[in-house]
């Protein structure tokens, strides 16, 4: 296959998202026609470069650029996700957005965002990257900005966070680039002296942040609520989890001579613990769907940062292998989700409940996704697991608490949700609600299976789509496919589970209903007014940001006023009472004038005659 | 042929007094702005045989007049200067009898002027510089009105202070010296230069030029003189009379009589700040504008003597640049005030507005004026403010530097309201039928911005053959 064939998946979707942009009210089915066709073909085209090795370089601007992309192994898997789940959300957004306003807009940003995605995937060349994904923030501000009424200013958080690590990253890149003396990505490989560490955290930060980990997160729990969900399902769940861990997978493999033991790896491996247990408690105590999901997307990735983190094959493996099972569950879920906001008009869990003998289907998917998450054998969520808790347990036992304290909470919230939004006593006025169309539910169900194939079969995603990726020099001729390879773990992890469910039991007896079933954690003695001052949003780095920015403009704004009273009361004030003082001394009486005249020629004659 | 300057308007006026001349009279007043227009294209051209041409006339009458570079300088400002005011006399002054008799006393004091700064002798310089000053009484009293009265007596009974000074100066350099003339004086100073007699007479002089000049603290007259005297002569005092009787006459002491003296040098600067500070501030708070503007003369000759009390060529060359551009810009705004007063029969700011629309080329040369007055690049008034200030921190004056650059902020703000008050803004119901000022005023408007631009803009060249020459004379 031709070489130029990597344009079409820039060039196709990009088009086709300006096209759609353009068209007209009355041609509506169009708009998903082309959205579906063209995801379809972007994903038959993913599939036939499959196992290919493409380049492609053009001259691009000057300054010795150029516009070239490279297609291997690494690239075409996530190529290949990325298209799967831009073709599932296109299909399963053609009944979820009937009806609602900014369709035009919603459609075109998708095929733009794709477009975008794959440059950045596809890109070989820094300033190519950086050009894609900037791209690709201008294009999820205008995703948010079409939610409903006040999503702009969340529209303009998530820019503005994204948009300050994205300078972060344009500082690494030029760094890097400078350091490397070239901006070809497959040429880069730098010795991590103190300025290519230097470079290596600036991308990091960037890569870090478009997936979503603390402390670049807190823009997706607002965006949950305000922008349309499939953007939550195929940006922050699927699409940006790929692209940030694919760019932190390819820093850390192949930009940088990346050890287990430099400084870098451990500041990693404490992001994703902190992102872990933070985000996931957090989780536990959301009374809403979407934002429960959203804050365990930004939790797990905390498995995948402290997976990549550990700079050992099974991390590196299994941190992957979650990212891609987490795009998976995670987007499913928020299926889920839409399916319950669309079919039962909230996603506000308390006025859910017994919804699983209404739609059971979207319950069944649940049900696989949410053990999937939670990491219950033998879905696809547990093995990814379980190879980073074998990765982190041998780096420190720290880390691997911390994972084990985020699965339990996992597990638990997603009880609780379950429990809340699917079990439980029927709102009277959820009486009339139905299963989900046709077109939503294929979507979802064909994720589930997904998610349940990758887990019986877990060899194939491992050894035909990650382990490639390492080589086998990295690998050493290991394996880990299959069975976790230490049982001590999996007995743990079943353990851990299994206190989750007796805690869920416990608390929903003890409080009555399944969404208060953590109360006890929430207004626990000493995590109470931690999780008020949370739930206020005053540990928002944004926020926080957004304070300091305001102390330092009131000061700035006072520094101008004084400087403008200066110019304006006191200069001008001095001004005028010295002018009043001169203009009073000028009498017009001509004996004064004399008086003056003549003091003054006394003065200078005596001056001069040395006397003074 | 030096004598020329003087002897030809003295015999053109003598002889147009005469009783039998009465028919000429009408056309010679209207070809009067011939005079000055020859003595500037005299100096501009600069024929060799005029300058230094000893024969003709002067075997009979050698007054010992003497053209050095300063002395061009002088003359070309004076017929600048004298040029314009007598387009402002065709314009302004009704009768055909009284622009006779104006006419008349305004070529007298050209004589005084062009005598003043030809002469290299202390007491005919003295006797100019009274011609020059009696001519300038009778001007400012021309109309008889009160405030005219009033500011004549004021400058005469300062005058008078002067003269007393210059007088006795005289008299005592003639006692130390034993001659009059500059080159004698020179020498008996540099010879007995601690004598206290010599300090007084250096004193006295300075002094009395000081007051003809009208810098702080001699200044009293000065504002009520402009301010009352007729338009034509507010341009004609402000833009070179005092100047000539007064500054250059300091020049010319200062740097070439009274050469090299530490203790005059500093005196001259404190005058010279001390004036630009109490004319600026006062400016500001004036209504009137030709008040304003002669607040304004004090301040800018503040800057002249500034320049004068470096002690250094440079310096020199400064102040008399300084000088040169202050006759050109100032008579323009008193131009400008000549014109509004023609339309509006009033000085009084605060009774106009917007007049810019009304009158564009009235209100277009003051802002030029204002600019170049202010000091903003490439307006000739930058380049010479420039020079002042680069040769105050050459000769180590720095605070009197930083202090001559902030005061020239103080000059925009006063220009700029003026400005606004005048020509900006809504025009008032009261001034909705003023038109544009006489064609006489335009011309001569018009005339002075352009030189101001042109000097600005040809600055560069002026500088090294003009202007540098200038500092020779220390």
Redesign the interface.
């Known amino acids: 296959m031709s070489d130029s064939v990597l344009l079409a998946f820039i060039l196709l979707p990009a088009a086709a998202g300006a096209v759609v942009l353009g068209l007209r009210k009355t041609v509506a089915p169009a708009r998903e026609a082309i959205t579906l066709l063209v995801t379809l073909v972007n994903l038959a085209l993913a599939i036939m470069v499959f196992n290919q090795n493409l380049a492609y370089t053009a001259p691009w601007g000057g300054f010795g650029w150029h516009f070239s992309l490279r297609l291997y192994q690494f690239s075409a898997f996530i190529m290949l996700a990325v298209a799967g789940f831009a073709f599932l959300v296109a299909l399963y957004s053609w009944k979820f957005m009937r009806g609602k306003g900014a369709g035009n807009q919603f459609y075109s940003y998708l095929l733009i965002a794709l477009a975008m995605v794959n440059g950045a995937v596809l890109a070989n060349d820094l300033v190519v990257l950086l050009f894609f994904w900037e791209g690709l923030l201008i294009v999820q501000f205008g995703l948010i900005a079409i939610g409903r009424e006040g999503a702009f200013r969340t529209a303009t958080k998530a820019f503005i966070i994204v948009g300050i690590t994205d300078l972060c990253m344009i500082f690494g890149a030029v760094l890097a680039g400078s350091l490397a003396k070239t901006l070809t990505i497959s040429e880069i490989h730098l010795p991590l002296d103190s300025l290519a560490s230097l470079a290596m955290l600036f991308l990091m930060i960037g890569a870090v942040s478009k997936a979503g980990a603390m402390p670049f997160h807190s823009w997706i729990p607002d965006a949950a609520v305000d922008a349309p969900l499939p953007f939550m399902a195929v940006l922050p769940a699927s699409l940006e989890k790929l692209l940030g861990i694919y760019f932190l997978a390819r820093i850390t493999l192949d930009l940088f001579a990346f050890t287990p033991g430099c400084w870098l790896s451990t500041l990693l491996m404490i992001v994703g613990a902190v992102t872990i247990v933070l985000a996931v408690m957090m989780a536990l105590v959301q009374k809403d769907y979407k934002k429960l999901l959203s804050y365990h997307a930004i939790s797990q990735v905390g498995y995948m940062v402290l997976g990549v983190g550990t700079g050992i094959p099974a991390g590196i493996v299994g941190g992957l292998f979650h990212m891609l099972n987490n795009a998976m569950y995670k987007s499913c879920l928020f299926l889920t989700g839409g399916s319950v906001e669309k079919q039962a008009g909230t996603t506000d869990l308390s006025k859910l409940g017994g919804l699983a003998a209404k739609m059971p289907i979207t319950f069944g998917c649940y049900i696989v996704a949410a053990v999937s998450i939670s990491g219950v054998p033998p879905f696809n969520g547990f093995f990814s697991k379980e190879l980073v808790y074998d990765a982190a347990l041998e780096r420190h036992v720290v880390y691997y608490l911390a994972a084990l304290v985020g699965s339990f909470f996992t597990a638990a919230s997603f009880l609780k949700l379950g429990h809340a939004a699917y079990l439980g006593k029927r709102d009277a006025s959820h009486d009339a609600v139905k299963e989900a169309p046709v077109s939503m539910l294929v979507p979802m169900i064909v994720i589930a299976a997904l998610c349940v194939l990758f887990g019986v079969y877990n060899s194939l995603p491992i050894n035909h789509l990650i382990q490639p990726v390492l080589g086998h020099a990295r690998l050493e001729g290991h394996s880990f496919a299959g069975m976790p390879a230490n049982m001590m773990l999996t007995v743990v992890t079943i353990v851990v589970l299994g206190g989750a469910l007796v805690n869920h039991l416990a608390g929903a007896k003890a409080a009555g209903s399944g969404l208060h079933a953590v109360d006890h954690i929430r207004y626990a003695e000493g995590l109470s007014p931690i999780y008020d001052k949370a739930e206020k949003g005053e540990f928002d780095p944004y926020n926080i940001g957004l304070r300091v920015a305001g102390v330092a403009s009131s000061a700035l704004w006072r520094l101008d006023r004084w400087t403008d009273w200066c110019y304006d009361t006191l200069i001008v004030g001095l001004g005028k009472s010295f002018t009043a003082g001169v203009r009073s001394a000028h009498t017009g009486n001509y004996v004064t004038y004399l008086i003056w005249s003549l003091a003054g020629a006394g003065a200078i004659i005596v001056f001069l005659m040395g006397l003074l | 042929m030096l004598s020329l300057l003087v002897l030809v308007p003295l015999a053109g006026l003598m002889l147009l007094s005469l009783p039998f001349a009465a028919p000429l009279r009408n056309r010679a007043t209207i070809l009067a702005p011939v005079l000055p227009l020859l003595q500037i294209i005299l100096v501009v051209l600069h024929p060799a045989g005029f300058w230094s041409g000893s024969g003709g006339l002067d075997r009979f009458c050698d007054f010992g007049l003497k053209a050095d570079d300063l002395s061009l300088v002088m003359l070309l400002s004076i017929g600048i200067v004298v040029f314009v005011t007598l387009l402002v006399v065709g314009q302004l002054v009704e009768g055909k009898r009284q622009r006779f008799s104006f006419t008349n006393v305004l070529v007298v004091a050209m004589i005084g002027m062009n005598g003043t700064v030809l002469l290299s002798d202390v007491f005919s310089l003295y006797v100019f510089i009274e011609v020059t000053t009696v001519s300038s009484f009778v001007l400012i009293a021309f109309n008889r009105e009160k405030s005219a009265l009033e500011g004549a007596?004021?400058y005469i009974?300062?005058s008078a202070?002067a003269t007393v000074?210059m007088v006795t100066s005289v008299a005592l350099l003639l006692l130390v010296a034993h001659g009059t003339s500059f080159s004698v004086v020179r020498e008996a100073l540099h010879a007995s230069s601690s004598n206290?007699l010599v300090?007084?007479a250096?004193?006295?002089f300075?002094?009395g030029l000081?007051?003809k000049g009208g810098l702080v603290?001699?200044h009293?007259?000065v504002?009520?003189a402009y301010a009352a005297a007729p338009a034509p002569v507010s341009v004609l005092l402000a833009g070179i009379s005092t100047k000539a009787t007064g500054i250059y006459a300091l020049i010319r002491l200062v740097a070439h009589v009274f050469a090299g003296?530490q203790?005059?040098n500093?005196?001259l600067l404190f005058v010279g700040v001390v004036s630009i500070v109490?004319g600026a501030?006062?400016a500001?708070?004036q209504r009137d504008m030709k008040r304003m503007l002669a607040y304004s003369s004090i301040s800018q000759v503040g800057y002249i003597v500034l320049g004068l009390g470096c002690g250094t060529p440079l310096g020199i060359v400064g102040a008399v640049f300084h000088l040169f551009n202050h006759a050109v810009f100032k008579s323009l705004l008193f131009v400008n005030s000549a014109a509004l007063e023609q339309r509006l029969g009033t000085t009084d700011m605060n009774q106009m507005g917007g007049l810019g629309s009304r009158m564009p080329f009235t209100g277009t040369t003051s802002v030029l004026a204002s600019l170049s007055t202010a000091g903003i690049p490439p307006l000739s008034g930058f380049w010479s403010k420039l020079i002042i200030v680069v040769a105050l921190w050459q000769a180590g004056y720095r605070a009197y530097a930083v202090v001559a650059i902030l005061l020239s902020v103080?000059t925009l703000?006063y220009l700029l309201l003026m400005q606004r008050r005048v020509f900006f803004g809504k025009v008032p119901q009261a001034l909705a039928q003023a038109s544009e000022a006489s064609f006489g005023l335009v011309v001569a408007s018009v005339a002075l911005a352009g030189v101001t631009v042109g000097v600005g803009v040809l600055f560069p060249w002026l500088f090294n053959t003009f202007l540098l020459p200038i500092g020779g004379i220390l």
């Open positions: 007596f004021k009974m300062l202070v000074l206290v300090k007084i250096m004193g006295a300075v002094c000081l007051i603290p001699f009293g007259w504002p009520d003296s203790s005059l500093h005196i109490v501030l006062a500001l708070g103080v703000a």
